[in-house]
């Protein structure tokens, strides 16, 4: 049982969503008692952006370097499973689909998987509709297939890494907002709103929408989109059409840029625009669904998934929090290197746990096996440091 009048940590991480929990697992495998987790909600909020039915998870991606993590992350959500008895990725297929004149190159995907070793076909689209004849597809529309792709399934992951991390003998404290952090030079010292201060000779911030907020405590300020984004499942008239034995997951390459769900955790498909929403703050940010985003991708459905047009069943929330390349940040502060920052870029959850486990690498070791696949997610890369860089949101 945590110690409730403990105040001092070898490791705290700060942010209980996705990668937070991910770490504090990790790190409690390792630590045990010596872990601290602070989430400002409570865990399971629909604050940010790491709760739902359902996450694409793909080896399929457009350099080599997130293909690499991708296998790696594979072999952690199995450890998890082996562990906890819990299922989190429902392996579907995945089926990444370029329309004529597509803004997406089509050879990056197929380059990095030919790299890497990856197996995949590549479909035209009287092919496409042949196996899946839900969808309607103009005639010179490619398709690239890979099996393992598949959905990973957040309520559950975060839920098994939060039991297990306090299994393993962590305390996680949920309804605690962070307010001050202070670098002691040596260890941190964490100032919470209920009037707790903790310290701890490690620090791992995983706030996502939040992370100018903390990370104002050292100075530092990353030039992060923040948009409002929204999910929807729709009541179609044969939702076992799209069963997860029947239909993968997928991605349309182009801009927009649309991606979708077969039929799992509530009684129809699910699908999304990828940056389709407005700008936005952690703060300031409405949970009330865009009806105009709506109606477009409600038209793209019809165009080309007729059959799971129907009623809209529900529509969720979330916010994206994107460096301007959306490239991830994995990294500690080159100025303060007891405190490391960790950012999925609106496109992480997938993952969440081997980004957690490589976190506690980095924290416990100093060092990580994956250092040649985030390398180039450093903080302090070129882009970061930049007042107004470009912007190129495509993933």
Request: charge should be negative; charged fraction near 20%; hydrophobic fraction near 40%.
């Amino acid at each position: 049982m945590a110690d409730p009048l403990r105040r001092e940590y070898a490791v705290a991480v700060v942010g209980l969503g996705g990668i937070g929990s991910g770490a504090a697992y990790w790190l409690s495998r390792r630590l045990g008692a010596e872990v601290l987790g602070l989430e400002q909600f409570e865990l399971g909020h629909a604050n940010g952006a790491s709760q739902d039915h359902s996450r694409i998870i793909r080896l399929s991606y457009h350099r080599p370097d997130y293909v690499r993590l991708a296998k790696r992350a594979y072999e952690t959500w199995e450890l998890l499973r082996a562990e906890s008895g819990v299922q989190v990725v429902t392996t579907t297929g995945g089926l990444d689909l370029w329309p004529p004149g597509a803004r997406i190159p089509m050879a990056d995907y197929a380059g990095s998987l030919a790299a890497e070793g990856v197996p995949f076909e590549t479909l035209d689209a009287a092919e496409t509709m042949r196996r899946w004849p839900q969808w309607r597809l103009a005639d010179d529309t490619l398709s690239i297939f890979q099996a393992a792709g598949g959905l990973a399934d957040p309520n559950r992951a975060n839920a098994v890494h939060q039991r297990l991390a306090r299994e393993h003998g962590a305390t996680l404290l949920d309804r605690t907002p962070v307010t001050a952090l202070r670098d002691l030079g040596g260890e941190i010292e964490i100032e919470t709103a209920s009037g707790g201060t903790y310290t701890a000779g490690r620090l791992i911030l995983a706030v996502d929408a939040w992370t100018n907020e903390l990370l104002a405590s050292f100075g530092r300020r990353l030039p992060l989109t923040i948009t409002r984004e929204q999910v929807t499942y729709y009541g179609c008239p044969r939702p076992d059409d799209f069963a997860p034995e029947r239909f993968p997951v997928w991605i349309w390459m182009d801009e927009p840029c649309y991606y979708g769900f077969p039929t799992y955790g509530e009684a129809g498909p699910k699908a999304a625009q990828d940056v389709g929403g407005q700008p936005t703050t952690a703060r300031g940010r409405s949970f009330e669904p865009d009806q105009v985003s709506g109606a477009r991708l409600a038209a793209f459905m019809a165009a080309h998934l007729p059959g799971s047009v129907g009623p809209e069943l529900l529509t969720k929330t979330c916010l994206y929090t994107m460096p301007p390349d959306r490239d991830f940040v994995i990294d500690r502060l080159p100025d303060h290197p007891a405190v490391f920052v960790a950012l999925g870029a609106a496109h992480g959850f997938k993952f969440a746990s081997v980004i957690g486990r490589i976190l506690a690498e980095l924290a416990v070791d100093g060092a990580t096996s994956s250092a040649g696949e985030i390398e180039r997610f450093r903080i302090d890369r070129e882009i970061l440091l930049q007042e107004n860089p470009a912007k190129s949101f495509m993933a």
